[in-house]
């Protein structure tokens, strides 16, 4: 049974991921099918450094680092800001599409994992906290869980 909680919970964390850098939300794990260095194709490397200025800043919200990615890729327009839009789409169809198969999933589960389930993605798409606050808080979450789920 916890093998498919945390199947369902890994599906829901990865599924409503923003891009956050070239490790993923708080450094845990992949990134994106298109990260940073494909982003980073046709950029100054000065652009390159305020790319990565917004990727590594660990202070910066969820929200904050979106906003500023889109302003970024937005300001600098043409072929570059192109890509990261086009990379947004896919992201968010990824995204349905993974949160459809973990429905699917949790259909069978008990009440109590369907709460945990619900209570982890409310924590995951919760975009005024920092990536590492939403790893601190889903951790919490798991480590408070009964052993029951």
Same mark, same amino acid.
């Given at each position: ?35 940073? +260095? ?7 490397? $000065?652009? &390159?450094?305020?790319?990565? !200025?917004?990727?590594?800043? @660990? *202070? %910066? ?12 890729f937005d300001g ?13 789409? +896919? ?7 993974? $949160?459809? &198969?973990?429905?699917?999933? !949790?259909?069978?589960?008990? @009440? *109590? %994992? ?36």
């Open positions: 049974m916890f093998k498919t909680i945390f199947a369902v919970a890994f599906i829901v964390a990865v599924s409503a991921m923003p891009m956050m850098g070239p490790v993923g939300p708080g450094g845990m794990g992949p990134g994106p099918i298109m990260g940073p +260095k494909e982003l980073e194709n046709g950029l100054t490397e $000065e652009q &390159k450094t305020q790319l990565h !200025t917004i990727l590594e800043n @660990d *202070s %910066a919200t969820k929200q904050q680092k979106q906003d500023s990615l889109k302003s970024f600098i327009g043409g072929d570059v800001s192109t890509n990261f839009n086009e990379m947004q789409s +896919k992201m968010e169809s990824m995204k349905s599409e993974m $949160e459809n &198969k973990a429905s699917e999933a !949790t259909a069978n589960l008990s @009440d *109590s %994992a369907k709460s945990l389930i619900t209570q982890m993605k409310a924590i995951h798409e919760n975009m005024s906290l920092t990536p590492a606050q939403e790893h601190e808080q889903i951790k919490a979450l798991f480590d408070g869980a009964s052993d029951e789920i």
